[in-house]
């Protein structure tokens, strides 16, 4: 089956420019999950969805960060406006319903903020 | 608070000797585990994970981890590196009281030489 798909690979902009990244999860995954992964730490939660709806989006800076996952399926991230701090690769995981912790991740957004 | 803390920041081996990478948790109660792997420019794959029961869990590519619940600890292991185990090696851990969230460590870069 095929994996979870992410684009771009790469993106540089400047700062304060606006930025998107996109997800498109494995089929029938009803939960999506975004998060940044900054160089040398571990990956952090931004926002999980179930189906199209947010379960969890404490830790995303929703003054400069936002998602959607309109239809279920594909999401959305986007940074506006972008700040050198984030810098960082952008990772999307999905997961089916009844086994949300076994999450499968795609192969990241790799951004730089100039 | 809620921590999970893998001590070694980078670990070398030689190729064909055993490896073990640690994790220990910090929570109130056991919480689900997992260990993943992240191969430069690629997501993250999940080697193995530690919900109950057995103690000593097997994963994909000759990799086991065992829970320790006296220790917090959950280390993962091989008996014989491959040079194609060059990899950064996650641990994570999901509280049981609240299903959704992962915490990452900050993950073990391990290098393999001949």
């Known amino acids: 089956e095929a994996g979870v798909a992410q684009s771009p690979r790469y993106k540089i902009i400047e700062k304060r420019q606006s930025v998107a990244f996109w997800c498109n999860p494995i089929?029938?995954?009803?939960?999506l999950y975004w998060y940044q992964q900054i160089l040398g730490q571990g990956p952090k939660l931004l926002i999980q969805f179930q189906n199209n709806g947010v379960v969890d989006d404490s830790q995303l800076p929703k003054d400069r960060f936002s998602a959607e996952r309109l239809k279920g399926v594909d999401s959305t991230l986007k940074i506006q406006p972008a700040k050198l701090e984030d810098s960082a690769v952008y990772l999307c995981a999905s997961s089916a319903v009844g086994a949300m912790l076994t999450q499968y991740f795609g192969p990241g957004t790799r951004l730089l903020v100039l | 608070a809620q921590s999970v803390t893998q001590p070694d920041i980078h670990i070398t081996v030689s190729e064909g000797a055993s490896l073990e990478l640690r994790c220990n948790y910090s929570?109130?109660?056991?919480?689900?585990l997992f260990w993943y792997v992240q191969s430069p420019g690629q997501g993250l794959q999940l080697l193995l994970k530690y919900f109950s029961g057995d103690t000593l869990v097997q994963g994909i590519k000759g990799f086991e981890a065992e829970f320790k619940r006296s220790q917090s600890s959950f280390n993962l292991r091989k008996p014989s590196v491959h040079w194609s185990d060059a990899a950064e090696y996650f641990c994570a851990v999901a509280p049981t009281n609240t299903g959704n969230q992962f915490y990452f460590g900050t993950g073990t870069s391990l290098t393999v030489i001949p």
């Open positions: 089929s029938g995954h009803a939960t």
């Open positions: 929570y109130g109660a056991t919480p689900y």
